[in-house]
């Protein structure tokens, strides 16, 4: 039972490029979130989902997408990378109201 | 909307001591779930504590514990016995429709040898 796993880990982009962030969960949990964690703040939600085929869009939803094609995925997709996009990303998922949090992948975009 | 405010940017204790990190929200729900999650160095989110809104008593974890104030809209987190290991940026979060959580700005907790 591996939890949520997120890849890669760490990805330097160029301004412009376009990049996907893998999560996975193998829970079998209903609800996944996107979070992004600038440095020295608090996490915010990006976009998150109740279930295959259904997305919503959080507090800063701005410059990404996302898509929810199986219970298991969730990943996010960045257009036209921006220099204000260099985060920390946390791919989460519940079934209750307990989040399990992945490890993160360091992105930044130069 | 729903905020959450974390005034100590910064606490340190030492070693065995009891320490409380504060934490204040804003909502007009009645139904609603905070938690304290814990992030050490490694950048991992690990779930400390959580209190249901509806709950009067305050709920402990083992040398963690909260002071829940429910009219005062407070939510503070007591570490006793403090350990090398408890050395973390401390998050407070609310819950708030859909279970979606509304983050503190965290406080850096340093305990000392």
């Known amino acids: 039972n591996a939890g949520v796993t997120q890849t890669p880990k760490f990805r330097i982009l160029k301004i412009g490029q376009s990049m996907t962030l893998q999560c996975t969960q193998d829970?079998?949990?209903?609800?996944m979130y996107w979070y992004r964690q600038d440095p020295g703040m608090g996490l915010k939600l990006i976009y998150y989902s109740v279930g295959a085929g259904i997305t919503d869009k959080g507090e800063v939803p701005n410059g990404y997408n996302v898509s929810r094609s199986t219970t298991e995925d969730f990943p996010l997709r960045l257009e036209l990378a921006a220099p204000s996009q260099t985060s920390v990303y946390f791919c989460?998922?519940?079934?209750?109201?307990?989040?399990?949090f992945g490890p993160g992948t360091r992105l930044t975009v130069t | 909307a729903q905020t959450v405010t974390q005034s100590q940017p910064e606490m340190s204790v030492q070693e065995a001591e009891t320490v409380t990190l504060s934490c204040t929200y804003d909502?007009?729900?009645?139904?609603?779930?905070l938690f304290w999650y814990k992030q050490p160095p490694s950048r991992q989110m690990i779930l400390v504590i959580r209190?249901?809104?509806?709950?009067?008593q305050n709920a402990t974890e083992n040398r963690f514990s909260v002071n829940f104030q429910k009219a005062a809209k407070s939510f503070s987190l007591k570490i006793s016995d403090s350990q090398l290991g408890d050395t973390a940026m401390y998050f407070c979060a609310f819950m708030k429709d859909g279970n979606k959580l509304v983050f503190g700005a965290g406080t850096i907790l340093r305990v000392k040898s």
């Open positions: 209190q249901e809104a509806y709950k009067q």
């Open positions: 909502t007009s729900e009645n139904n609603y779930y």
């Open positions: 829970m079998n949990h209903n609800y």
């Open positions: 989460a998922s519940s079934y209750s109201k307990e989040q399990y």
